[in-house]
């Protein structure tokens, strides 16, 4: 258990579906980040929180919105998905964004669409 | 992007061996971490170590990083059928704290 809690931990969507992610610590991080881990793929990095503000968006289709309300939540809202972007998304915390520390991960949401 | 390349993808070993996993990446960093991953779930860190340290030791794992070949290895000491897993270098840029992940190296430790 890293104190990283991510729901729903499976979710299949069709492709006109909105459904979101939720990934919550208390660890008192300041920065959150979204990956997304394909098959035989490494993790690609989608999103980075840091203090609320994000300061990444590493060319990810407008179809992943993400939010972070406060520094413990963080979000990932899907609309419209494709089947290619069926994949194991995990959320990850730091205490802050640049500061040689290490990550602390969820279990992942394994999503598939349909 | 930054990217760390892990060699091998795949590796087999009996319990009690040991297994050597190899990280390169490309340009400066701040730091180079390796992190376990058990199949479909989360990462577990393992190790962090600082671009000024050349290794370090955590109970069966060694990590070495030779920044001057853009390189780094993790060792762990004594396989145990529970060490099966993939496991990932990433590292930290110095241009905004981001981890960046290689492929991974899917370790099977056979009892």
């Known amino acids: 258990e890293t104190g990283v809690t991510q729901t729903p931990r499976h979710l299949v969507m069709g492709m006109t579906n909105k459904k979101s992610l939720k990934c919550e610590q208390h660890?008192?991080?300041?920065?959150m980040y979204w990956y997304k881990q394909s098959a035989k793929k490494p993790l690609e990095l989608m999103f980075v929180?840091?203090?609320?503000?994000?300061?990444e968006n590493n060319s990810v289709p407008s179809r992943f919105s993400p939010e972070c309300p406060n520094s413990s939540h963080l979000f990932l809202h899907l609309h419209t998905l494709q089947p290619e972007d069926s994949a194991l998304y995990l959320c990850?915390?730091?205490?802050?964004?640049?500061?040689?520390?290490?990550?602390?991960f969820g279990q992942g949401t394994r999503l598939t669409v349909v | 992007s930054q990217q760390g390349e892990e060699d091998p993808q795949a590796l087999s070993i009996q319990e009690g061996e040991n297994a050597t996993m190899n990280c390169s990446y490309k340009?400066?960093?701040?730091?180079l971490q390796w992190y376990r991953q058990n199949s479909g779930r989360g990462l577990v860190h393992l190790i962090l170590?600082?671009?000024?340290?050349r290794e370090k030791h955590s109970g069966r794992l060694r990590v070495t990083l030779d920044t001057s070949k853009k390189s780094s290895s993790l060792l762990i000491t004594a396989s145990r059928a529970a060490d099966t897993a993939s496991y990932f270098c990433?590292?930290?840029?110095?241009?905004?704290?981001?981890?960046?992940f290689g492929q991974g190296t899917e370790l099977s430790v056979k009892p």
């Open positions: 990850a915390s730091s205490p802050g964004q640049g500061l040689n520390t290490e990550a602390f």
């Open positions: 170590i600082r671009s000024n340290e």
């Open positions: 929180y840091n203090f609320k503000e994000q300061t």
């Open positions: 340009t400066s960093i701040n730091n």
């Open positions: 990433a590292t930290d840029d110095n241009q905004g704290g981001k981890l960046i």
């Open positions: 660890l008192g991080h300041n920065a």
